[in-house]
């Protein structure tokens, strides 16, 4: 069985910082690439970052400088750390397991609950 489990979110003020967690349990962690996804009300799921087995990184344009995605293979768990928040980055984050090739991530189907991050003005 493929866990994913999200923590770290909630209310920040707009320019303040926040650091997501996504614990994977039932993949061989190291195996994979691994990705952070958000998902606004009305708006379709994006990928916000990726980063590669051997821990190259990737990210959209809209977070580029302001999120860093890293992993600890040891703890299995992959992080999101968010400085410089705007409100626009309010969503439900989510993290995913899959592989990185030319440049895209390709997630497979596994999903946690999420977790819920909401940027004040």
């Known amino acids: 069985q493929v866990q994913l489990v999200e923590s770290g979110g909630g209310l920040v003020q707009a320019g303040g910082s926040l650091r997501l967690s996504c614990a994977a349990s039932?993949?061989?962690?190291?195996?994979?690439?691994m990705g952070w996804y958000r998902q606004a009300p009305g708006k379709q799921r994006e990928l916000v970052a990726a980063?590669?087995?051997?821990?190259?990184?990737n990210y959209a344009d809209s977070v580029k400088g302001r999120f860093t995605i890293s992993r600890d293979n040891v703890k299995n768990t992959v992080y999101l750390q968010m400085h410089s928040l705007k409100p626009e980055d309010t969503s439900v984050y989510y993290c995913?397991?899959?592989?990185?090739?030319?440049?895209?991530?390709?997630?497979?189907?596994?999903w946690g609950k999420g977790t819920l991050v909401f940027v004040s003005s």
């Open positions: 039932g993949i061989i962690f190291s195996s994979y690439a």
């Open positions: 995913n397991h899959g592989t990185t090739r030319g440049g895209t991530y390709y997630p497979l189907d596994d």
């Open positions: 980063i590669t087995r051997g821990g190259t990184t």
